[in-house]
């Protein structure tokens, strides 16, 4: 089971935390939970699931992205500096997963819907 964040829930979030965080001056929180993932990994991830052409595996695809993207926001929330760009793109895409989900849904029900007649 996936929870979906609110489109912008990072940013608020992120916000309301970020002068705690710019105190630490460099330093990165490491838990043993957790695995380091660069920019790359989670936009690897995103892509995949917005070129996945097979709908039945669409809502795993969008699932590992949201996953990397909630793993990469946890790392900059804890790195001091600005981050600001990584931090909007991770916004923007949550947002955009969150679209493609509703969107693959609605188009799924509209299938079944007109199979039926």
């Not at 809502?59 to 996953?67: L, V």
């Amino acid at each position: 089971m996936v929870l979906a964040a609110p489109p912008k829930a990072f940013g608020r979030i992120r916000d309301t935390f970020r002068p705690a965080c710019q105190a630490k001056q460099g330093k990165i929180m490491n838990t043993s939970s957790s695995k380091s993932l660069d920019s790359g990994a989670w936009g690897d991830l995103y892509k995949a699931a917005l070129f996945e052409v097979d709908n039945a595996r669409l809502p795993e695809r969008i699932a590992q992205a949201e996953k990397a993207l909630a793993l990469r926001a946890g790392e900059l929330f804890h790195l001091a500096g600005d981050n600001i760009e990584e931090e909007q793109a991770l916004d923007d895409t949550m947002y955009t997963l969150h679209a493609l989900r509703n969107t693959s849904q609605t188009s799924h029900r509209i299938t079944h819907r007109s199979e039926a007649a």
